[in-house]
């Protein structure tokens, strides 16, 4: 970026990633809540594949860890209306989950008698 060294380049690369972001968000590929951005591409995958496609952008499957944060997840399950992943998993004991780095669940909001692991938590 071209500049006169007073910060005219950091300008014009956060007018860039202004203008990217706003693309992003009228093709409903990312959203916001308390400060984090939530991103998908919309394309169907397995959850490994969506566990490395995370990793591969310099952040993690998303784990809700609060309403605002769980709206988010819900803002694209509801506009590509399908299902969406969670950094969670079952632990040892059936029926109970927990995220992926192995700490406790915050957050829960689920349907009753969920998460069952089979879809509509």
């Known amino acids: 970026l071209a500049g006169d060294g007073n910060g005219d380049g950091l300008r014009q690369l ?3 990633i202004s203008r990217l972001e706003g693309v992003l968000r009228l093709n409903k590929m990312i ?3 308390g ?3 939530f991103a ?3 394309k169907t995958a397995d959850f490994d594949a969506t566990v490395e496609k995370c990793r591969e952008a310099g952040g993690s499957i998303a784990i809700p860890r609060n309403p ?4 988010a997840i819900l803002y694209f399950v509801k506009y590509f209306n399908t299902y969406a992943y969670l ?6 004991i ?3 989950f927990r995220p992926l780095n192995g700490a406790q669940l915050s957050y829960t909001n689920w349907y009753s008698n969920e998460p069952s692991g089979k879809g509509e938590e």
């Open 14 to 16: 956060e007018y860039r």
């Open 94 to 96: 059936p029926g109970k």
């Open 87 to 92: 950094g969670i998993k079952e632990s040892l």
């Open 31 to 33: 959203t916001e809540s």
């Open 35 to 37: 400060g984090k951005i």
């Open 40 to 42: 998908t591409s919309g």
């Open 68 to 71: 605002g944060e769980n709206d």
